[in-house]
C-alpha cells in the first residue's frame, strides 16, 4: 500500500519539527498588560499572539490561582431616626413611633372607633 502523503514525514517523527515556539517573555508581558488594564485581545495584539493563545493561557491561569481567602465583615444598621406619626381618631390621638406593631395598632383604632373598620 503506497501513502504519498507519508513520504518525507521521517523528520517529524521525533516531534522536533512541530515544537511550540517559546513564549515566556511574550506570556509574561501579556499578564503584566493584563493587570494594567489592557483587554485581552489588546495585550494578545501587543505581545503578538493569536488571541485563542491568550484566552488559553487566561483559562490556564484561573484554575491555577489560589483562592482568595474571603473576609466577612459585621454590618450593623445606621442609627435609626427616631420618626413619629400622630393619628387623631375621633378626640383620641395616638402617637405611632417608627418599629410599631401593625396588628396592635389595627385593633387599637377598631375599639377606639367603636368596633367600625
Same mark, same amino acid.
Given at each position: %500500500?503506497?501513502?504519498?502523503?507519508?513520504?518525507?514525514?521521517d !523528520? !517529524?517523527?521525533? #516531534?522536533? !519539527? %512541530?515544537?511550540?515556539?517559546?513564549?515566556?517573555?511574550?506570556?509574561?508581558?501579556?499578564f503584566?498588560?493584563?493587570? +494594567?488594564?489592557?483587554? *485581552?485581545?489588546?495585550?494578545?495584539? +501587543? =505581545?503578538?499572539?493569536?488571541?485563542?493563545?491568550?484566552?488559553?493561557?487566561?483559562?490556564?491561569? #484561573?484554575?491555577?490561582? =489560589?483562592?482568595?481567602?474571603?473576609? $466577612?465583615?459585621?454590618?450593623?444598621?445606621?442609627?435609626? *431616626?427616631?420618626?413619629?406619626?400622630?393619628?387623631?381618631?375621633?378626640?383620641?390621638?395616638?402617637?405611632?413611633?417608627?418599629? $410599631?406593631? @401593625?396588628?396592635?395598632? #389595627? +385593633?387599637?383604632?377598631?375599639?377606639?372607633? @367603636?368596633?367600625?373598620?
Open positions: %500500500m503506497h501513502e504519498p502523503w507519508l513520504e518525507g514525514a !523528520c !517529524c517523527t521525533d #516531534r522536533s !519539527c %512541530m515544537s511550540r515556539p517559546d513564549h515566556t517573555d511574550a506570556k509574561a508581558q501579556f503584566k498588560l493584563l493587570k +494594567e488594564g489592557t483587554s *485581552v485581545a489588546a495585550a494578545a495584539r +501587543e =505581545v503578538g499572539v493569536h488571541h485563542s493563545v491568550a484566552y488559553y493561557w487566561v483559562k490556564k491561569a #484561573r484554575k491555577t490561582e =489560589v483562592p482568595v481567602a474571603v473576609r $466577612f465583615v459585621e454590618l450593623k444598621p445606621a442609627a435609626a *431616626v427616631n420618626s413619629s406619626l400622630e393619628l387623631a381618631v375621633g378626640k383620641v390621638t395616638i402617637r405611632i413611633e417608627s418599629g $410599631f406593631d @401593625g396588628a396592635l395598632l #389595627r +385593633e387599637a383604632i377598631a375599639a377606639l372607633s @367603636g368596633g367600625e373598620q
